[in-house]
């Protein structure tokens, strides 16, 4: 079991295969792991329709994936593991609806697993999984509490922001 985890909002992607990827390049991945890690973020669906599946070779200098297909690849590498604190940064940032419902399936799993996900972000629907926010601005405090306070107490279209995103 990792440690902490982090996916950035940029994700790179190493010079190997689909699989190596999502083991970090470990010498000995455990491929049990991998579909693992892979079905947690909705991804093994996507990466068995590939030419070669988890064996698919992928280049760091390539675009030969999609941006969303990337970010969900990443997401599979940040679960590898099952780490107890996930770090997210912008990890919508590239997904589509669908990525974006398995993003959140992945962090409820992280929580009832009892592991913690700290995630950074603008966008509204990046924190519909969240159960506290905390707004920063100029890197100063400026409110923390619970999510639904927190939003009802600083956006003024709360209630479109509530009927878009799902957010109470």
Known sequence: MSRYSYLPQRVALFNGTIAQNIARLSANPDPALVVQAARRADAHEMIL??????????????????????????????????????????????????????????????????????????RPAAIQECDALLVLEDGTKRAFGPRDQILRDMVRNHADLARATGVA
Do not use: C
């Open 49 to 122: 329709r590939l030419p070669d599946g988890y064996d698919t070779q992928v280049s760091a200098h390539g675009p030969s994936l999609s941006g969303g297909q990337i970010q969900r690849i990443g997401l599979a590498r940040a679960l590898y593991g099952d780490p107890v604190l996930l770090v997210l940064d912008e990890p919508n940032s590239n997904l589509d609806n669908e990525g974006t419902l398995a993003l959140n399936s992945a962090i409820r799993s992280v929580k009832a697993a009892g592991g913690g996900v700290l995630i950074m972000a603008h």
